[in-house]
């Protein structure tokens, strides 16, 4: 035991020449310019026609290229060409296929066509799909080759030029029943042809062996056509303007067809080598490591067509710093490395410790990373200060909202009783307080359904809604509590009882709630409607049953949200379209709120580019659900971030997801301060170890004794 | 012995049969395959056909057991439970419904789940009963009363209060260690040093008043009192006698866990970053991923019956009055 202690206290000694310890990366990464994130559940899908959620489009976006991408540093939110020449063309055409003017009113608008060209010399990442023998043929073709048990085992590469052929496969793909993109219903309702071509597919999937590869470029599409090597077109059924943004997302990124097809082999899927497993891309980035276990890994890109930082952004951005590398070639960093750290503590202390380089600030950190100031506005704490981190702070393109179902008997409908009802019931749940106590004041009260940031927000007085707001001494404030009951009085239930029985008004509150703060926020929402001496019953569920409950408009009050997909008001406004109810059409809807003036307003705008018209349009729209009060409006998030001094500063753009190339930072800093606040405390282990030495030594000495005395 | 092993082998058969049966009942009373669908689909424009599209991409558009439109056996065999449960019984786990091969998953996860559970079992047992023996040695004094007394203290605190503890004085106020993550390698010790540490920590208090209520019941046997007439010192006692005769009952608890060891800990690995197998069945849970669920569940009672196999054989081995046949 002694010899055991002595061998460990040398190791110790010996170990205190090396400054780290707990260092979790290789010391070859020490000074590697390096960029150090994490994720908290792995990704479900890397295909682009497939993913369709925030966790994997940060780190798809960096490997893809959509045609389209967004300014990095231009407000409002700006598309401009990412792999064109060009932003694309847009021809409208009317029934008999003549072309008509830009201005042409939608109903004429048969079809819109966009013709897309392609920037010659981009080409892909390196990948064995394009691997080619001394026939110019695929090295890795079925029946060449061994295939390999690890992706590493594939040491020949290639690469290609990317052609606008690739833009019009992966259009194609959002129909194949391999594939089961989720945006194909969506997208089955514009793009011309694409409903048919998914059932041509189907039938012709049913008759391949399974997971043989469908080859696409045999089967045409009528929505989608290569016109030459470097342009495609893409027709669209009527007008829809928000197709733009579609084409910045990584549904319509390039997929060479040799790439699929290398994956579809026999053998492959069994190893995981997929194109949901090894994506490939044109961008900024490649896929290195997908272990998504531990660690995702992306390297630069060789082949990334030198993009380079802008060199225009808004007023202030040259003050701010954010133009000092305009023009310089894109990506800055070699290589992002995403660690899964499912739990807060031990990846909130490992940012505390250097080891990662930006971080979310979360509910069990935000004490000790943020204090609120008299104002109420949010700053760094000291201790964060002196460590030399930033803070980082949006509110998001989302709202979360209550939502009344209007089809519901006593909470639903378009009379004034059940309008001055949910009128009542917006004003005596104060938002502000649920910001407060619950977003630790990470939020803004909603007064509508459009986020900050996107075109029809309207901030101020201009946008308050005067249902529930009202102006006292110039200042916006939540309206008394007696507005609340007088109104509840007229809508037939004063004092929160039935006018004609007497009974007390029991409403029910749908939600899937769970976790420690899930009784808070019920108790809490119970608490606001007692204030009208409503009885709210809260009736939590998983998350199926509540699903099924809004689909068939079981559910009466219940809370719902939704994220920016793109930068239009028309993304929010469509949540209370009527033809997109809910329970009828299966549309987003969710509160099957009809309104025969909101949806013409709506078939108006939706069309409109962003001009005083379209605001015009929108503040009606808004005025009248704030009348109608379909929703309580909620809030809308704010998210908090925190960043190491090391990192260069950059611009929140909460929109676009392929930023990581615009980042900067010093890895030798990184490795300086990481010495610094990192060198390890040796004593408490020599401490332990002489006690549990000097212990066992007390215990064998008295068991010795022990045996050594004589019996009484 | 052969014959024996045959035997169980026979037996595990239904009981597998049964788990899985149960596991498909149960996974499908909570989860229908629209339910799956949509949360594989997400949560943004999902219509009834992409819904139907997915059931039929993932065999999930037949019936769960029985098909009455199919002919002769295809009415039992062209259904949910056939095409996805009974394929197990050959080790064909097949895909996952985020399309990932299982097989391969399982392979890649078990091993950093044993480099922890392995250790922790090893030298926990040998701990506990160390610590065990220790308090038998001194039973009845100050030692064995604040000994028992320290077990129930440390039996009492929860597991996550040890990951939480160990990582904020270890790796983050000492700072010797990460404190969290993984590399495969030589150099993983760095990362599972500590979580092996906690573990072993937090088992000595349940474990070590189990052991000691075992060898207390051997010392008040007959040969204990014969070996000490002979004049033997108590440690020869203890560790010769007491010991092995106290096997059999801790053969019945470690040995039954030990095929088990590479499901791996939940909590644990979570912690840590250990991306091992102990979250895989609750993330697939999560997810609403059958085919993960019911491979898994499988395993678990596959090995179980292994686990309990093993544990006959041990008792033959520990005690020669045990045969088996």
């Known amino acids: ?712 | 012995m052969i014959h024996y092993l045959g035997r169980r082998f026979l037996y595990a058969l239904p009981i597998l049969f049964g788990v899985n049966l149960l596991t498909f009942l149960l996974f499908f009373i909570v989860n229908t395959p629209d339910d799956m669908a949509r949360m594989h689909l997400g949560t943004k424009h999902v219509s009834a056909a992409a819904i139907a599209r997915w059931k039929t991409a993932h065999g999930y558009d037949k019936p769960l057991f029985y098909h009455p439109q199919a002919h002769g056996s295809d009415k039992l065999t062209d259904t949910v439970f056939f095409d996805k449960s009974l394929r197990m019984f050959v080790l064909d786990f097949g895909q996952s419904d985020d399309g990932r091969n299982i097989s391969h998953e399982i392979e890649t996860r078990a091993g950093p789940s044993l480099e922890i559970a392995l250790p922790v079992f090893v030298l926990g047992l040998l701990t506990n009963i160390s610590f065990a023996l220790l308090l038998v040695l001194f039973r009845g004094t100050h030692l064995d009363r604040f000994g028992v007394m320290l077990a129930v203290a440390l039996m009492s605190i929860s597991g996550l209060f040890y990951i939480i503890a160990g990582q904020y004085l270890v790796a983050k106020l000492w700072r010797l260690v990460p404190i969290s993550g993984y590399v495969n390698g030589l150099d993983s010790w760095r990362f599972v040093v500590l979580p092996i540490a906690v573990s072993i920590i937090a088992g000595i208090g349940g474990g070590s008043r189990w052991y000691r209520s075992i060898f207390l019941e051997e010392m008040g046997k007959d040969y204990v009192r014969t070996a000490r007439a002979k004049g033997l010192s108590e440690w020869r006692i203890l560790f010769r006698h007491v010991l092995q005769n106290g096997l059999i009952p801790i053969l019945t608890g470690a040995v039954v866990v030990l095929p088990l060891l590479f499901m791996g800990s939940l909590l644990t690995e979570s912690f840590f970053g250990i991306p091992g197998l102990g979250s895989y069945i609750i993330d697939a849970i999560q997810a609403q991923d059958f085919a993960i669920v019911r491979a898994m569940v499988f395993i678990g009672s596959a090995l179980y019956i292994v686990g309990l196999s093993l544990t006959d054989i041990a008792y033959s081995w520990a005690d020669p009055r045990v045969r088996l046949s």
């Open chain 1, 1 to 712: 035991m002694i010899r055991i202690c002595i061998s460990i206290i040398i190791l110790l000694l010996a170990g205190c020449k090396q400054t780290v310890w707990n260092d979790p990366y290789p010391a070859s990464e020490r000074d590697a310019n390096t960029l150090y994130l994490s994720f908290v559940e792995r990704p479900k899908h890397l295909d682009p026609a497939q993913s369709y959620s925030d966790d994997e489009i940060e780190i798809l976006a960096q490997i893809y290229e959509p045609p389209l991408q967004y300014h990095y540093l231009k407000r409002p939110y700006t598309l401009i060409p990412d792999t064109l020449t060009a932003m694309p063309q847009v021809t409208y055409l009317d029934a008999a296929g003549h072309p008509l003017p830009k201005d042409a009113p939608a109903e004429r608008i048969a079809q819109s066509v966009y013709e897309l060209h392609v920037r010659p010399g981009i080409y892909y990442q390196p990948h064995p799909a394009f691997a080619r023998d001394r026939q110019g043929l695929p090295y890795y073709r079925a029946g060449t080759f061994q295939l390999p048990d690890s992706w590493d085992g594939f040491k020949h590469t290639g690469t290609r030029e990317l052609v606008a052929a690739d833009y019009v496969y992966e259009i194609k793909r959002l129909a194949s029943p391999q594939v089961n993109s989720p945006i194909l219903g969506l997208m089955s309702g514009y793009i011309v042809g694409l409903k048919d071509y998914a059932d041509l597919l189907a039938k012709q999937a049913q008759s391949l062996p399974d997971g043989r590869y469908l080859d696409l470029t045999r089967i045409s599409l009528a929505g989608a056509e290569v016109v030459d090597r470097y342009t495609y077109r893409i027709r669209l059924k009527g007008k829809y303007p928000q197709f733009m943004y579609w084409l910045a997302m990584p549904f319509f990124a390039p997929i060479a067809p040799e790439v699929d097809a290398f994956y579809h082999q026999p053998g492959m899927a069994k190893r995981n080598f997929t194109l949901d497993w090894h994506p490939v891309g044109t961008g900024a980035y490649q896929l290195a490591v997908n272990d998504p276990n531990r660690q995702i890994r992306l390297t630069r890109n060789p082949y990334f067509h030198g993009e380079r930082y802008p060199s225009t952004g808004e007023p202030g951005d040259r003050a701010a710093g954010l133009l000092r590398d305009a023009g310089k070639p894109l990506p800055f960093i070699d290589t992002i490395v995403f660690n899964l750290e499912k739990e807060t503590i031990p990846y909130w202390n490992k940012f505390l410790q250097g080891y990662y380089d930006l971080a979310a600030v979360n509910a069990e950190s935000f004490d000790q990373a943020i204090r609120i100031d008299a104002q109420g506005n949010a700053r760094l704490s000291d201790a964060m200060s002196a460590q030399g981190m930033s803070l980082v702070s949006a509110v998001m393109p989302s709202i979360s909202f209550v939502g009344f179902n209007m089809l519901d008997n006593v909470v639903g409908g378009y009379t004034k009783r059940a309008r001055q009802l949910r009128q009542a019931i917006s004003i005596a749940v104060d938002y502000e307080e649920f910001i407060a106590i619950f977003q630790n004041g990470g939020g803004i009260p909603a007064q509508g359904p459009i986020p900050p940031g996107i075109f029809g927000y309207e901030g101020g007085v201009a946008g308050m809604n005067p249902v529930v707001y009202h102006l006292v001494n110039g200042k916006i404030e939540r309206r008394p509590l007696s507005d609340a009951q007088r109104l509840l009085a007229e809508a037939g239930y004063p004092n929160g009882r039935d006018a004609r029985t007497g009974a007390p008004l029991v409403l029910y509150y749908d939600n899937t709630f769970t976790g420690p703060n899930a009784k808070a926020y019920v108790d809490w929402m119970v608490n606001q409607f007692a204030k009208l001496n409503i009885q709210l019953v809260p009736r939590s569920t998983d998350y199926n049953r509540f699903q099924d409950k809004i689909r068939r408009g079981n559910a009466q009050i219940f809370v719902a949200g939704w994220n920016a997909d793109y930068p239009d008001p028309e993304n929010f406004l469509g949540l209370l379209y009527g033809p997109d109810g809910q329970v009828k059409y299966g549309g987003e809807n969710q509160v099957n709120y009809k309104n025969a003036r909101y949806d013409v307003l709506y078939d108006q705008m939706k069309y409109l580019d962003n001009t005083p018209q379209r605001q015009l349009l929108i503040n009606q729209m808004v005025g009248i659900a704030q009348q109608d009060a379909p929703w309580m409006f909620g809030y809308f998030p704010r998210s908090f971030g925190l960043r190491q001094q090391w990192v260069s500063p950059g611009k929140l753009n909460v929109i676009a997801n392929n930023t990581f190339k615009y980042r900067k930072l010093d890895p030798q800093l990184r490795q300086h301060l990481r010495e610094q606040w990192n060198k390890p405390v040796i004593w408490p282990v020599l401490a332990v170890l002489a006690v549990l030495a000097i212990m066992l030594a007390a215990v064998a000495y008295a068991a010795r004794r022990r045996d050594r005395k004589t019996a009484k």
